[in-house]
């Protein structure tokens, strides 16, 4: 479903965050650094979590992994100033579930990411079903559904 959503459109997304450019993000052409973005992609996804399933059972939300992670740079974010990220689930499946994100500066898409998620027995290391709270919650998170 991720192919059909257009990443760049800030129109798709659920859940918004801000973050503030600092000084120590910049790379040597004075860009934010790719590393920067990346956790600026990090707070988005944090941010989503509490927003989004904080009403679920908190034992609930031990045993997931990031197990894909797929960013395009688009364009150089620069300092200062601050940046939102917006991000939206794409899929929901049996064990695991998808997010798109988008990084913008000044109204202008500098990144997007897609993201893939497992819930996984920490016992066993093997993945296990999202539990029924959490898929519910995602499912109402989900593109076109706002």
């Not at 944090?46 to 364009?75: E, M, N």
């Not at 000044?106 to 296990?128: I, L, Q, R, Y």
Request: glycine letters at 10%.
């Amino acid at each position: 479903m991720i192919d059909a959503i257009d990443l760049t459109d800030c129109a798709v997304f659920v859940t918004w965050s801000t973050d503030t450019v600092r000084y120590g993000d910049l790379d040597p052409n004075l860009h934010v650094n790719n590393g920067a973005i990346n956790q600026f992609f990090e707070d988005g996804r944090v941010h989503f979590r509490q927003a989004c399933l904080s009403s679920t059972d908190g034992d609930k939300l031990t045993g997931f992994a990031v197990v894909k992670f797929s960013v395009i740079y688009r364009a150089p974010a620069n300092y200062p100033g601050t940046v939102e990220i917006g991000t939206v689930v794409t899929r929901v499946g049996g064990s695991s579930y998808e997010l798109g994100q988008g990084v913008f500066q000044d109204g202008s898409c500098v990144a997007t990411a897609e993201v893939v998620t497992v819930h996984f027995d920490p016992g066993t290391s093997t993945s296990k079903p999202l539990p029924e709270d959490i898929r519910a919650a995602l499912v109402r998170m989900m593109a076109g559904t706002k």
